[in-house]
């Protein structure tokens, strides 16, 4: 019987992206980010980038007590963002569109070395970076740069 195949949802930036969230500002913590594509890549699957625009701009974050909040992510594994919305704790009101792109086969590979693994990262970047700046001005987002850090 053949294994049916399955699609999942991974979220690489994680409690570090949920602190280093700026208003309006587009920043992916990214760089040292690279288990889901070794995940992809023993599994065989398709690494597909995705971007939400907008999704930066429903709250403020307050940068109060970041150290100690980063260590306590760091060493318990749980973020304490401190953000304001419209009202309180409601989002402000602004559209979130989410963007696509193309899928990125990742032939199977159980054991990949340090270079096949950086390269195949290297590649989703520079497709999330192309995706974001591909949708950026007919979103209404033309001046912004997506930070990947």
């Known amino acids: 019987m053949e294994k049916e195949k ?4 991974v979220y690489p930036g994680g409690e570090k992206e949920q602190l280093e969230t700026i208003y309006k500002k587009n920043i992916v913590v990214l760089k040292e980010r690279k288990g889901f594509v070794k995940l992809a890549m023993q ?27 980063k ?13 304001c919305g419209e009202y309180g704790l409601m989002p402000h009101r602004v559209p979130i569109t989410m963007v696509f792109g193309q899928p990125i086969e990742c032939k199977l590979n159980p054991n990949p070395t340090d270079d096949e693994l950086n390269a195949m ?12 700046n591909t949708h950026k001005k007919d979103l209404g987002y033309a001046n912004d740069v997506l930070e990947i850090i």
């Open 71 to 83: 260590w306590l992510a760091k060493r318990f594994g749980v973020a304490v963002p401190l953000l």
């Open 6 to 9: 399955c699609s999942i949802f």
């Open 121 to 132: 990262h290297g590649i989703y970047i520079e497709a999330l970076k192309t995706l974001f």
């Open 43 to 69: 599994q065989g699957a398709s690494l597909v980038p995705v971007y939400a625009f907008g999704e930066t701009g429903l709250y403020y974050h307050f940068q109060f007590a970041i150290g100690f909040r």
